[in-house]
């Protein structure tokens, strides 16, 4: 797999990335530890080179099977994990204190089995913390060689700016796909005009670009989708004009639809990278896939019109959730 660089940060990483959150978290129930430890491996030898993980996943047994899984080509590898929540708890709400960071920092060393995290994100801004205090604890880190660089997650355009301008941000991360594409109103610009790289989660659309997923599915009953307006029964049957436009596009490519999904991402900008999910390893290699499909400009402009020809049906987030991206 080729590499891709993070905007002007020098921070090397596979194309496409693993985002490894539901392999414990959000999804239904986690996985069994050997079969996590397996996929991990094998996602590692398909060219995979950037994990991604979060202290708030679990709480805290993603990073501990992250850390087994890697521990033995941590050299050969960039793993990215976040801080933010309190108590590393997403429902308890926001906490990004000086203390709080570095007691994070500390604890996912040791669950991740290594002496530096390779990027170090805010998992979402704080408004109690001043952003330069954020910015600066992680500095510090950097300096100590705990931390190689900082990144932000679903940040806004000032509060990107005011980090920037206290440690350079390697990179934002953010929700991307082809059904939601907020970030080309402002957060794309302002990460090419600062040099920063862009990360893209649920570039599947939480796998509803798949085309696995229908207005017949069902979720398990703790599974994240259960409570996106975008996942309603209506709003999938409303949706589905996309998923059928990204299938026929895949049809004349001879690939899957998540494959076609996951190229337009990576065709958008040099420093894009998107870090697909899964608890499979038959589809994890078929993401991996994706990058040998490769978008004309033709096959671009069919996408773009007919993209702009489609609304899609449903917020990203239930409104307590939303609330906290975009700061």
Same mark, same amino acid.
């Given at each position: 797999m080729k590499k891709r660089t993070l905007g002007k940060s020098g921070l090397e990483?596979?194309?496409?990335?693993?985002?490894?959150?539901?392999?414990?978290?959000?999804?239904?129930?986690?996985?069994? !530890?050997?079969a996590a430890l397996s996929l991990l491996r094998a996602t590692f030898e398909r060219g995979v080179t950037f994990f991604d993980t979060a202290e708030a996943y679990g709480p805290f047994t993603n990073e501990e099977v992250v850390g087994e899984?890697? $521990?033995?080509?941590?050299?050969?590898?960039?793993? /990215?994990?976040?801080?933010?929540?309190?108590?590393?708890?997403?429902?308890?709400?926001?906490? *990004?204190?000086?203390?709080?960071?570095?007691?994070?920092?500390?604890?996912?060393? !040791?669950?991740?089995?290594?002496?530096?995290i390779d990027l170090y994100y805010q998992h979402r801004v704080d408004a109690?913390?001043?952003?330069?205090?954020?910015?600066?604890?992680?500095?510090?880190?950097?300096?100590?060689?705990?931390? !190689?660089?900082?990144?932000? *997650?679903? /940040?806004? /355009?000032?509060?990107?700016?005011r980090a920037h301008a206290v440690q350079p941000v390697a990179a934002l991360q953010s929700e991307y796909s082809m059904w939601w594409r907020e970030p080309e109103k402002e957060i794309l610009v302002t990460c090419e005009e600062l040099g920063i790289g862009f990360? $893209?989660?649920?570039?599947?659309?939480?796998?509803?670009?798949?085309? !696995?997923?229908?207005?017949?599915?069902?979720?398990?009953?703790?599974?994240?989708?259960?409570?996106?307006?975008?996942?309603?029964?209506?709003?999938?049957?409303?949706?589905?004009?996309?998923?059928?436009?990204? *299938?026929?596009?895949?049809?004349?490519?001879?690939?899957?639809? $998540?494959?076609?999904?996951?190229? =337009?991402?990576? $065709?958008?900008?040099? =420093?894009?990278v998107p870090i697909p999910g899964t608890t499979k390893q038959d589809r994890m290699k078929e993401n991996n896939s994706a990058a040998e499909v490769a978008l004309t400009p033709g096959d671009l402009r069919e996408i773009r019109e007919a993209l702009a020809q489609i609304k899609v049906v449903g917020e990203r987030y239930p409104a307590q959730l939303a609330a906290r991206t975009g700061k």
């Amino acid at each position: 797999m080729k590499k891709r660089t993070l905007g002007k940060s020098g921070l090397e990483v596979s194309e496409i990335g693993f985002g490894c959150m539901g392999i414990s978290f959000a999804y239904g129930e986690p996985m069994e !530890k050997s079969a996590a430890l397996s996929l991990l491996r094998a996602t590692f030898e398909r060219g995979v080179t950037f994990f991604d993980t979060a202290e708030a996943y679990g709480p805290f047994t993603n990073e501990e099977v992250v850390g087994e899984a890697l $521990a033995p080509i941590r050299d050969k590898v960039i793993i /990215a994990t976040k801080f933010g929540f309190k108590d590393g708890d997403p429902r308890q709400g926001m906490d *990004s204190r000086p203390e709080r960071i570095r007691e994070v920092a500390e604890a996912s060393l !040791k669950r991740l089995k290594t002496d530096h995290i390779d990027l170090y994100y805010q998992h979402r801004v704080d408004a109690d913390v001043p952003m330069e205090e954020v910015a600066g604890t992680v500095r510090d880190l950097i300096r100590e060689g705990k931390v !190689k660089h900082f990144g932000m *997650s679903e /940040a806004g /355009a000032q509060s990107i700016r005011r980090a920037h301008a206290v440690q350079p941000v390697a990179a934002l991360q953010s929700e991307y796909s082809m059904w939601w594409r907020e970030p080309e109103k402002e957060i794309l610009v302002t990460c090419e005009e600062l040099g920063i790289g862009f990360v $893209a989660f649920s570039p599947l659309g939480k796998g509803f670009l798949t085309g !696995k997923i229908d207005a017949s599915t069902t979720f398990a009953k703790d599974d994240f989708r259960n409570i996106v307006p975008r996942f309603a029964k209506e709003a999938r049957e409303a949706n589905q004009v996309l998923v059928d436009r990204v *299938s026929a596009i895949a049809t004349t490519k001879k690939a899957t639809p $998540a494959q076609i999904a996951i190229a =337009w991402v990576l $065709a958008q900008k040099p =420093w894009i990278v998107p870090i697909p999910g899964t608890t499979k390893q038959d589809r994890m290699k078929e993401n991996n896939s994706a990058a040998e499909v490769a978008l004309t400009p033709g096959d671009l402009r069919e996408i773009r019109e007919a993209l702009a020809q489609i609304k899609v049906v449903g917020e990203r987030y239930p409104a307590q959730l939303a609330a906290r991206t975009g700061k």
